[in-house]
């Protein structure tokens, strides 16, 4: 089993000596009962890690560690970007959890106007703190450590701004109608960014869907069948990563 991963603010030592302390701590020394001679990497969630041996524990929240050198994790290429249309329910988290596990780099949510979720007011600010911590751990088990930004709530106008700077978006869609290529066909960059959109239960609309295609996106499916809003992006990160070679 791979080791696992400690979520740090910073790097500072006493020497080679670290002391994982707080939640992290806590989570290494009373649940995991990590013992001496273990394996753990630490990280910063940015790329920023470390791997290190356990050297002892002091009371029930103190992991002590050898810290050897700290290194960096390059940038992921080309980056993956998933506009999530809001799901109901917990279904969000879910989308989060999946994708994070995946390798998706960043998580934009959108409030589509098919969407029945509404992210208002402190709910609103809740719901974003719940993705965003659900990323994180997410991030840990999946034993990342570059782990997704997740990002403010976007509008429709703001997610056409991303689009039109992207080096490849697509907008996956149900609407078997509508002129579309398949996304595991088209033609993908080796470098920049990858945006999707991934609509809600109700589908994108074709307002929505026009203005994104002027942005510059493609009109695209996964295959045959229609996915639920909270797996489409987790299929389509899967895709876009076997392509690309990033799971080479």
Do not use: N
């Not at 069948?225 to 080479?248: D, N, Q």
């Amino acid at each position: 089993m791979t080791a696992p991963v400690f979520v740090v603010e910073h790097f500072r030592a006493d020497g080679t000596r670290y002391v994982l302390d707080g939640p992290e701590g806590r989570h290494a020394v009373s649940v995991k009962r990590l013992e001496p001679g273990e394996e753990v990497v630490l990280t910063d969630g940015a790329g920023r890690y470390a791997v290190c041996r356990v050297t002892g524990t002091e009371g029930k929240d103190r992991l002590i560690v050898d810290l050897p050198e700290v290194r960096e994790e390059p940038e992921p290429r080309p980056r993956v970007t998933v506009v999530q249309a809001l799901p109901k329910g917990d279904r969000g988290e879910l989308a989060v959890e999946t994708m994070t596990e995946t390798g998706v780099d960043r998580i934009v949510p959108w409030q589509a106007s098919r969407c029945i979720t509404q992210w208002k007011g402190d709910r609103g600010l809740k719901a974003l703190g719940k993705w965003r911590s659900t990323a994180r751990e997410a991030g840990k088990q999946s034993r990342r450590v570059r782990f997704p930004e997740v990002a403010e709530a976007a509008s429709t106008k703001q997610v056409a701004a991303l689009l039109a700077q992207a080096d490849f978006a697509a907008v996956l869609h149900s609407d078997f109608d509508h002129e579309s290529i398949p996304l595991a066909t088209a033609e993908l960059p080796a470098e920049g960014e990858i945006v999707l959109v991934v609509g809600p239960e109700g589908g994108v609309s074709r307002d929505e869907l026009a203005l994104f295609e002027e942005a510059g996106a493609r009109a695209c499916v996964l295959g045959p069948s229609v996915l639920r809003t909270s797996t489409a992006g987790t299929a389509a990160t899967a895709l876009l990563l076997g392509r690309t070679g990033r799971w080479s």
